[in-house]
């Protein structure tokens, strides 16, 4: 089956930085797109950024364009976001979701996420 697990989060100061890594398996890796979406605290869950199967391009949320940069390794079968200069409002757990999200949503098998705390 489907498994995907999330790693990386922490603590970190406003304009801190930290790179996330998501390992999956059960599934044909390298045929998939794939995205990160997070859940702030008492908020739903918000798409983050996508990557299609090789890579070759890259979506993000507009409010996080220049900040996030999503990348790929299909033959590790993991993918990663880099995050920077991050402010208080990027706290929010973050999961990994292989394309496309909606079916995620209503029948996907997450993992548990990782857990990104933005303070000083």
């Known amino acids: 089956e489907v498994q995907l697990v999330e790693s990386g989060g922490g603590l970190v100061q406003p304009g801190g930085s930290l790179r996330l890594s998501c390992t999956g398996s059960?599934?044909?890796?390298?045929?998939?797109?794939m995205n990160w979406v997070r859940q702030a605290p008492g908020k739903g869950l918000e798409w983050v950024a996508a990557?299609?199967?090789?890579?070759?391009?890259?979506y993000y949320a507009e409010s996080l364009k220049g900040r996030f940069t999503i990348a790929r390794d299909n033959a590790k079968k993991i993918i990663y976001l880099q995050m920077d200069r991050l402010k208080s409002e990027d706290t929010a757990v973050y999961y990994c979701?292989?394309?496309?999200?909606?079916?995620?949503?209503?029948?996907?098998?997450w993992g548990q996420g990782t857990q990104v705390t933005v303070s000083s």
């Open positions: 059960g599934f044909s890796f390298d045929d998939y797109g």
């Open positions: 979701a292989k394309s496309p999200v909606l079916e995620m949503v209503f029948c996907g098998s």
């Open positions: 990557i299609t199967w090789n890579g070759g391009t890259t």
